[in-house]
């Protein structure tokens, strides 16, 4: 894979300089690797604590029943089964809920484990504690359960009937919210205007499918009555605050401990059953408790992505100028709202950016989200933009085939230029500046496509599906405090607080509550730390994914953590270089202005005075002669950072497809991604992200989906049937870095560890598109999977022969 020179945008000389410093900016080798290559990484899988016990769940293989009777009395009697414990077991800890402000949002309640009934397969009835888990799932066939079966409504639309049968009847309907968002008159300008595309598009459910299946171990802590849980988790901070309430145990006594973290991809970033359910036996036996999800569990039971239909439509001009958009949303949410990102989380995402990157001054967008019987969604990868992009972009695609318009430049006539910014888009989402005109250029010229075109026209003479595809998009990322990452969520996602401290030996120690699962988080922002503080990044211990080390913190999710953390460590690590200084003044006998630092001494700008970190913290710390008692300062510091309204990031992707005319499998050829992450912190981690992000979308386009029949049962359970790529299916991606510059922003860092998931599917459905446009086809569902393919063009053929 290859990358491609990165360009900076808007920056003279000198600014250039600074956006290429000593550390920021350079591919220093991930400091987690020698740790991770050489097996000394620690993932919960891992941890074995004195009289540990394991826990299997007994799970519903029913979508929609009611629980007659559950004999237990066989698996308790087992040898080496400690207890077996049901819903009644936990009759004491309060019901999950995830509350929202959005107007007449019906919010779900979920026990710990399901009492009454069951709503999905998949769904803890039981729990089985023993020695082993060998033991433990031997005891789980021992537990007999008598279902009375319930009527099922399977998919969204059926569910939004009002005559479907409910998951939850307190609640009187499956539709759990609704919303419009509306700016000037979409019904009025779409009828007038001179030219409409519409389309019923489909995108399906998907699993984050991390390597790492979700992990636990709860350790009480009997001496002090309090409780540490190691977890395979995105969301330490968030986890510990709930588990506070649920467990009525001050937060000073609980302890969330995220571990190594094999990915998460969102899946790993809300609450679940078995995190509860694992910290209260482990109090009730007074010893500690393990749970290891397999690879079933992790399909049935792990969050989802996607599920929505949408329905839009697209007003335009005689010369391609967008007039109106109009969408309408039905999201699939599964059966609960989840904790604490709530129900709405994916669907409204969707309809917020249906707009994108362009200037369309009238836009109406409608979303519903329906309960139904299987798990429910939450965070995954690109949260609604995956779905809003493939939208739009088709459409855009679709718009310029009606005009006969090259679709690269339908969209630079549409694209909001550089002087229009900020600028405020149809769903109320502000745009700040970033490169959208620029990225879709770059990526036209790196990939040469007026090349592309011409070889698309002897690919066709020679009767080959051959076509290329495009998608532009922007994204928000990094959010601040004004906006919520789900809408009406009542805590607080929009601040990150860094905490440095040199230590009486001069050592450097960096405190975040941001969670790495693969991001490089130890690496980037030992960077950051290092650069500002005057040390080496390999000096710089950072602590991060620990409940215990932070006051607050929400963790790693939504391309925060480089925007957040890295902000709140370039705050902190400014304010305590400052300390330094004021120390380092009295030391070298010198003004406090004229000291500088680097590659871990203090010196004297102009001098040969000069002193270690090791020498100024041992002056502070422990030699009481060296400072006068009121120049005495710890060499300590804490900051927080908060972008208020979050950063914007874009990107365009260019892929080429060739499609084989008797399997209508898809191979990929070129694949070009040309991304604003504006001042990269390190150019290797940009591209693993790009390129990472990339082979998901890839799946999502062509590969995954999690089927249900209509009686809710899950049909794709093992990785034999849900497929995912592998190196074949992935093609070599250049990546060419724009790094524009980033006002109010004290990094200029943007996010980016979603954007490969967002563009890839829509540039993919677009060139299986432009490949089969003679035959009259297009793409409205995803992923494209060979079967769907052949119905597509059988489809095509049988309509042109029959008007023959």
């Known amino acids: 894979m290859n990358e491609l020179p990165r360009k900076t945008q808007g920056l003279g000389d000198e600014a250039l300089a600074m956006a290429r410093p000593k550390y920021v900016g350079k591919a220093v080798q991930r400091l987690e690797d020698p740790r991770l290559l050489t097996g000394a990484g620690r993932y919960v899988a891992d941890i074995r604590l004195d009289r540990m016990v394991h826990a299997a769940f007994l799970r519903s293989d029913q979508a929609h029943a009611r629980i007659s009777a559950m004999d237990c009395d066989a698996a308790r009697a087992m040898p080496g089964v400690i207890g077996v414990f049901t819903a009644e077991d936990f009759a004491d800890i309060p019901v999950i809920s995830a509350p929202s402000r959005m107007r007449d949002y019906r919010a779900t309640k979920c026990t710990v484990l399901a009492a009454d009934k069951v709503r999905y397969v998949g769904e803890p009835v039981a729990v089985v504690i023993a020695r082993d888990r060998y033991i433990a799932e031997d005891a789980l066939a021992l537990i007999e359960v008598d279902w009375e079966p319930l009527d099922v409504a399977a998919d969204a639309e059926s569910a939004a009937h009002s005559n479907a049968p409910l998951l939850h009847e307190e609640l009187g309907t499956n539709i759990l919210f609704e919303r419009v968002f509306e700016t000037g008159s979409a019904d009025d300008e779409m009828a007038a205007a001179p030219h409409r595309v519409s389309g019923r598009f489909r995108i399906h459910r998907k699993t984050p499918l991390a390597i790492e299946p979700r992990s636990y171990v709860a350790e009480p802590d009997r001496a002090n009555d309090g409780l540490t849980l190691h977890g395979s988790t995105q969301v330490p901070g968030i986890i510990r605050d709930i588990l506070s309430g649920l467990l009525d145990l001050p937060g ?94 994916e669907p409204v995402q969707v309809v917020s950016f249906l707009p994108g990157p362009y200037r369309i001054p009238h836009y109406r967008g409608e979303v519903k989200g329906v309960a139904t019987p299987k798990p429910p969604t939450g965070p995954y990868r690109g949260v609604g933009r995956p779905a809003s992009v493939f939208v739009t972009e088709r459409l855009i695609d679709m718009a310029a085939a009606h005009l006969g318009i090259d679709p690269a430049e339908m969209r630079r006539r549409n694209l909001v230029s550089e002087t229009e910014f900020p600028y405020r888009i149809g769903s109320g989402i502000v745009w700040d500046r970033s490169g959208f005109a620029e990225c879709l250029d770059e990526a036209c010229s790196r990939v040469g496509y007026e090349g592309l075109r011409r070889l698309q026209q002897e690919a066709r003479a020679a009767g080959r599906w051959f076509g290329i595809g495009i998608a532009t998009y922007a994204e928000l990322t990094g959010i601040g405090s004004r906006i919520s990452v789900a809408p009406g969520m009542p805590i607080n996602t929009g601040t990150e607080t860094a905490s440095i401290r040199i230590d009486s030996t001069g050592a450097v120690t960096a405190t975040f509550a941001v969670a790495s699962h693969g991001q490089s988080l130890e690496t980037t922002l030992a960077q950051i730390v290092a650069e500002e503080l005057g040390v080496r990044p390999e000096d710089v211990r950072v602590v991060h994914g620990d409940s215990g080390a932070t006051s607050h913190g929400t963790g790693t999710y939504a391309s925060r953590s480089a925007v957040l953390g890295g902000g709140a460590a370039i705050v902190t690590s400014r304010v305590l270089r400052d300390k330094i200084r004021r120390v380092a003044s009295h030391l070298l006998e010198a003004a406090a202005e004229d000291i500088e630092t680097g590659d871990g001494r203090v010196f004297v700008t102009g001098t040969d005075k000069s002193m270690s970190f090791a020498e100024v ?82 799946g999502a386009a062509l590969l995954e989906e999690l089927s249900y029949d209509r009686t809710g049962q899950l049909l794709t359970g093992s990785l034999a049937d849900y497929t995912v790529p592998t190196a074949v299916e992935v093609p070599h991606i250049d990546v060419v870095h724009l790094e524009t510059e980033l006002p109010g922003n004290p990094g200029g860092f943007r996010g980016m560890g979603e954007g490969g998931t967002i563009g890839a599917p829509a540039a993919i459905a677009n060139a299986i598109s432009d490949a089969l446009s003679p035959l009259g086809v297009g793409v409205t569902e995803l992923p494209v999977t060979p079967e769907r393919l052949f119905r597509l063009v059988s489809e095509a053929r049988n309509k042109t022969d029959t008007e023959k």
């Open 617 to 698: 913290a041992h002056a502070v710390y422990s030699d009481m002669k060296a400072l006068p008692a009121d120049a005495r300062e710890i060499l300590e510091a804490s900051e927080s950072f908060d972008p208020v309204t979050g950063t914007t990031t874009t990107a365009t992707h260019i892929a080429t497809v060739e499609i084989d005319p008797e399997t209508f499998a898809v191979k990929i050829g070129r694949y070009l991604v040309a991304e604003d992450c504006g001042r990269m912190i390190n150019p290797l981690v940009v591209d693993g992200q790009v390129h990472g992000g990339v082979a998901q979308g890839i």
């Open 252 to 345: 000073n006594r609980i302890r969330v401990v995220a571990p190594d973290v094999g990915g998460g991809f969102g899946g790993k970033g809300s609450l679940y059953p078995e995190e509860i359910a694992v910290c209260a036996l482990a109090r009730k036996l007074a010893r500690p408790v393990k749970w290891v999800s397999d690879r079933s569990e992790d399909l049935c039971s792990t969050s989802q992505g996607f599920d929505e239909t949408i329905e839009a439509e697209l007003g335009f001009a005689d010369d391609g100028t967008l007039i109106a958009l109009k969408g309408q949303v039905t999201g699939d949410v599964g059966a609960y709202s989840i904790y604490p990102w709530t129900a709405a989380l």
